[in-house]
């Protein structure tokens, strides 16, 4: 398997380059970015180099993660660098076409790794009266965006500029679930109960209501295979701890979360509104809302009219948890005879909860 860099890696490459270009006047084909972290030099292709004036470069590398499903492989990456005088800052980042922008702040979401990464290789290469601006430039990003869950967690028109290493640690990869399942068989040794965390949101929200970090477990997105393991090490009982996007999944008997395998969120909530009896008219709606948090936001305009006594939201969620935790446990026992008793606790884009199941309740008493 080929080794994968993330973004800040490309973007960086291509910043190296434009620097390169102003101040030697040539066309590197090939730079050397230092990754910090790890602390090793990697060699990344530069695909073109242009002057676009006195004191302005652009140029363009492309996205290569690895071996494993990622919607940025080969997407360009483009970095534009000017020269200016008489800045306060050496290096100021900016995000171009495409890079998302924080909706809080309207920042441009590049995280503090890329922004360590950039100064780290560029600084050394400029004088003590020297600065640069820096431009990074996704011309895919917005359309690549539509494909990720960036927006319901406030992250809007582009995608991030995110990474905590240069080398890309696919969640995805059969090593990396192996390394989850002999996390769970640990555990199991010390705890009969455990809390399953769908990504970083769900372990944050977890730490913040006091569950010990010790019975937590990050997921990714092999929910069914780490049920089973838990089931068959000895635990007794778990907690699921999700973004309602990826949770109901579940609900509808999808035990891979992955988009690239399976995504009918809107299409398995659509099934439930329709058991509950939300009328005909918002159904269309709701089949054809453009995220999950889009359809959460109509069941909750439903409700704020007061149209009846009737709360969807509560109605809905409520039934899709409890669905959630029923599956689960009957998926359990399609591959082992051990019983798991499964919770689970569903959370919108700003980490509010919007429903917990009957079990998640009992299990939250044991567990806080």
């Not at 999950?292 to 009219?305: K, M």
């Amino acid at each position: 398997m080929s080794t994968g860099y993330t973004l800040p890696v490309f973007a960086c490459a291509s910043a190296l380059a434009s620097l390169q270009h102003l101040q030697q006047q040539n066309s590197p084909g090939a730079v050397t970015v230092n990754l910090l972290k790890p602390a090793r030099q990697v060699e990344i292709p530069i695909e073109q180099v242009a002057q676009i004036a006195t004191n302005a470069a652009i140029s363009i590398t492309r996205s290569a993660p690895g071996d494993h499903l990622d919607l940025t492989r080969n997407t360009p990456v483009w970095a534009q660098v000017e020269l200016v005088d008489n800045s306060e800052e050496q290096i100021i980042l900016r995000g171009g076409e495409g890079v998302g922008r924080l909706q809080e702040s309207n920042q441009a979401a590049i995280y503090g790794y890329a922004k360590e990464l950039i100064r780290a290789n560029l600084l050394p290469l400029l004088g003590a009266q020297q600065a640069v601006i820096i431009t990074i430039i996704l011309p895919e990003g917005k359309k690549l965006a539509r494909r990720t869950s960036n927006e319901a967690f406030g992250v809007v028109n582009g995608l991030s500029i995110l990474g905590t290493t240069g080398i890309v640690n696919p969640a995805t990869a059969p090593k990396q679930l192996e390394a989850y399942q002999q996390q769970i068989k640990e555990q199991a040794a010390r705890f009969d109960s455990l809390v399953f965390c769908i990504g970083e949101n769900g372990k944050d929200l977890a730490l913040n209501l006091g569950i010990d970090s010790q019975q937590i477990i990050k997921t990714a997105n092999w929910i069914g295979s780490m049920l089973v393991t838990a089931a068959v090490s000895g635990v007794k009982s778990i907690l699921l701890f999700g973004y309602h996007g990826k949770l109901i999944k579940l609900a509808g008997g999808v035990f891979h979360t992955h988009n690239h395998l399976a995504d009918a969120r809107l299409e398995i909530m659509t099934a439930y509104c329709a058991k509950l009896g939300l009328p005909q008219i918002y159904l269309e709606q709701i089949f054809h809302c453009p995220t999950a948090e889009a359809a959460l936001g109509l069941l909750r305009e439903l409700d704020s009219q007061q149209l009846n006594d009737l709360s969807w939201v509560n109605l809905i969620y409520r039934e899709l948890a409890q669905a959630v935790d029923a599956k689960s446990s009957n998926y359990v026992s399609k591959y082992t005879d051990n019983q798991l008793f499964v919770g689970s606790i569903l959370f919108d884009r700003d980490r509010q909860i919007i429903t917990q199941s009957k079990n998640a309740l009992i299990l939250l008493s044991r567990l806080c």
